[in-house]
Every structure is written in C-alpha cells, then in structure tokens.
C-alpha cells in the first residue's frame, strides 16, 4: 500500500451505504484494516447500563468504523475527487484530480 490518499482532519463525501451523499471529517484512519471514522457518520448506538463511572446510564452515539472505499475527498466545492500525487518544489503533495488544486493535508 502507497503513501495514504486520505488522511485525519480530511472532509470526505460517503459514496455508498445507508449515509451515501454525506460529508464529514475524518477522525481516524486505521490503514492495517482499510477502515476509516469519519463525524457524524456510520452512528452506532450502544444503550449503557448505569454503572459508578456513569451513574445515568443511557444511549451512547459513537460515530463506527467503515471502509475507506466508501468515502472519497471533498473537493472545493463539496463534491467528491479523486487524488493524486505531484512533486511540488522537491516535495510530494496530494492533487485533486477534478479541479487540480493541492489538498492540503
């Protein structure tokens, strides 16, 4: 596997599933798994018990992992891109391909 097209703190679009069209931000990549977290995406909802570290018990909403083919870069204008690399000044930068604009990550 190469240098990684989508990193933390990314905007990406979800391409397929039940939050297909949605945008978020990237929490965290797992690349051993092919997994990504993204905000407010994929919600699992675990109903907790009350217990003496959380005496109110109740329904935790914690966003799940799901694979990074799912999801795409946002490009400028909110629409999704694939990327590229270019060598910019002796250094390796990520490129949208649609607009062609650097991504910076």
């Given at each position: 596997m190469?240098?990684?097209?989508?990193?933390?703190?990314d905007?990406v679009?979800?391409?397929?599933?039940?939050?297909?069209?949605?945008?978020?931000?990237v929490?965290?990549?797992?690349?051993?798994?092919?997994?990504?977290?993204?905000e407010?995406?994929n919600v699992?909802?675990?109903h907790?018990?009350?217990?003496?570290?959380?005496?109110q018990?109740?329904?935790?909403?914690i966003?799940?992992?799901?694979?990074i083919?799912?999801?795409?870069?946002?490009?400028?204008?909110?629409?999704?891109?694939?990327?590229?690399?270019?060598?910019k000044?002796?250094?390796?930068?990520?490129?949208?391909?649609?607009s062609?604009?650097t991504?910076d990550?």
């Open positions: 190469g240098a990684a097209k989508i990193k933390k703190g905007s679009v979800v391409l397929s599933g039940k939050d297909k069209g949605r945008t978020g931000t929490l965290q990549v797992q690349p051993k798994d092919g997994k990504i977290v993204v407010g995406v699992a909802t675990r907790r018990k009350p217990t003496q570290a959380n005496p018990g109740g329904i935790d909403r966003p799940a992992p799901m694979n083919s799912k999801v795409a870069v946002a490009d400028k204008d909110g629409k999704p891109t694939r990327v590229r690399f270019e060598t000044d002796g250094k390796k930068v990520r490129v949208a391909v649609k062609g604009e991504i990550g």
